[in-house]
């Protein structure tokens, strides 16, 4: 790849450290876009502006633009996600330097709606059909407030999403909204995520637990978790749950159970260690989204993978993990598992290292930015 290419590269928030899902995404794909020899120009979105020597890593120059926290965006037309990132500031960088712009998600597009950039090729990352992913959000959220925000978010979006139609290409995250995208819009191409590993760590035999990790600060995470102790309460074998937020809220839940514990997560090594010693990894929604990171991270660095259907939609990954619809069919599946040692075949091994391969997945997005 040519080094005198060069992108904007438009986040929706500052992407290091790469501590949830989406942001994962933007960061490991940045890493993967310098590698490949481009020059970023990296516009980051946040609430906190400071330095940050691992991004200047990444990237040319890099700009910060404060996510605004005012309760009048509510009355606002656009979502809130998406008002609350002002374009003004955004623009008089981009006009500097006549290069791509790349959009990561659709709440950093508000500047296309204030100004004019006709002779930029503008490119979009969808990290979510917005409005099933605030609607979601509505579903399993407790706090009325929260609640109705949610749903009105959700209304918002449905109209905003028209925005699409401005960009050259789109790039999904999951198979149905590649679906979703190309009926409605004629255009998207599917990527997979960016996750940041590069090995298959092949751990065989047995290891000594069942693992849950996710952040607890989600609803649908705290639904399904509750979920889940109500599941393994019945089950004879040690139950692992990481993360790090909401410690005293699970130990109240798991008070009772003498084969659940909570663990406070410290950062991503840490769970490589938690990886080393799981048989199973469990990830479980009550909302579809896609292709869930934390599974990719499990399957690279654990053993048995245990998902339902809302958590894998790619069915080239979907294979590599064991699946249940319910309640009796996780026990059911549990009890087998820990009496299997885990044996990955080679296609596993292939399939996480090349279709899941990050430098072969960015160069799928730089031929379109760049044919």
């Known amino acids: 790849m040519n080094s005198e290419k060069q992108l904007h590269f438009v986040s929706m928030d500052v992407?290091?450290?790469?501590?949830?899902?989406?942001?994962?995404?933007?960061?490991?794909?940045?890493?993967?876009f310098n590698q490949s020899g481009v020059k970023i120009y990296l516009h980051l979105f946040g609430f906190k502006n400071e330095r940050n020597l691992e991004l200047e890593k990444y990237a040319e120059e890099v700009y910060f633009y404060p996510i605004k926290q005012n309760p009048f965006l509510v009355f606002n037309k656009y979502p809130i996600s998406v008002s609350s990132r002002n374009g003004e500031k955004l623009y008089s960088n981009l006009i500097k330097n006549k290069a791509p712009i790349f959009f990561e998600s659709?709440?950093?597009?508000?500047?296309?709606?204030?100004?004019?950039?006709p002779n930029f090729s503008k490119f979009l990352r969808l990290h979510n059909i917005e409005q099933n992913y605030f609607e979601g959000l509505s579903k399993s959220e407790w706090n009325p407030v929260k609640k109705k925000l949610f749903e009105l978010e959700a209304k918002k979006y449905i109209d905003y999403e028209k925005i699409i139609t401005q960009f050259d290409q789109v790039f999904t995250l999951?198979?149905?909204?590649?679906?979703?995208?190309?009926?409605k819009y004629k255009k998207g191409t599917f990527v997979p995520v960016?996750?940041?590993?590069?090995?298959?760590?092949?751990?065989?035999g047995f290891g000594d637990y069942i693992l849950y990790h996710g952040d607890l600060?989600?609803?649908?995470?705290?639904?399904?978790?509750e979920f889940l102790i109500?599941?393994?309460?019945?089950?004879?074998?040690?139950?692992?749950?990481?993360?790090?937020?909401?410690?005293?809220?699970?130990?109240?839940?798991?008070?009772?159970h003498k084969n659940m514990k909570f663990v406070y997560l410290e950062n991503f090594n840490h769970l490589l260690e938690l990886f080393s010693g799981a048989h199973i990894n469990v990830s479980w929604s009550f909302q579809q989204s896609g292709t869930k990171l934390k599974v990719v991270n499990a399957l690279f660095n654990s053993r048995f993978s245990v998902?339902?259907?809302?958590?894998?939609?790619?069915?080239?990954i979907r294979q590599l993990c064991v699946e249940a619809c319910d309640k009796a069919e996780l026990i059911s599946q549990i009890n087998k598992l820990i009496q299997t040692p885990f044996q990955p075949s080679v296609n596993y091994k292939f399939i996480l290292e090349n279709y899941l391969n990050d430098k072969l997945n960015a160069q799928k997005i730089l031929k379109e930015i760049f044919p």
Not at 174 to 183: D, I, K
Not at 245 to 250: D, Y
């Open 106 to 117: 659709l709440k950093t597009t508000k500047i296309l709606n204030q100004f004019s950039l």
């Open 307 to 316: 998902i339902n259907d809302k958590v894998v939609d790619d069915k080239n």
């Open 174 to 183: 999951s198979n149905y909204e590649q679906s979703y995208v190309f009926n």
């Open 230 to 256: 109500d599941t393994f309460k019945e089950i004879d074998y040690p139950f692992l749950i990481a993360s790090s937020n909401q410690e005293k809220w699970v130990k109240s839940k798991i008070a009772n």
């Open 15 to 32: 992407p290091f450290p790469p501590n949830y899902g989406g942001i994962i995404d933007v960061f490991f794909k940045l890493k993967a």
């Open 194 to 204: 960016f996750h940041g590993n590069e090995f298959f760590r092949n751990l065989d």
């Open 217 to 225: 600060r989600a609803s649908d995470n705290k639904k399904s978790l």
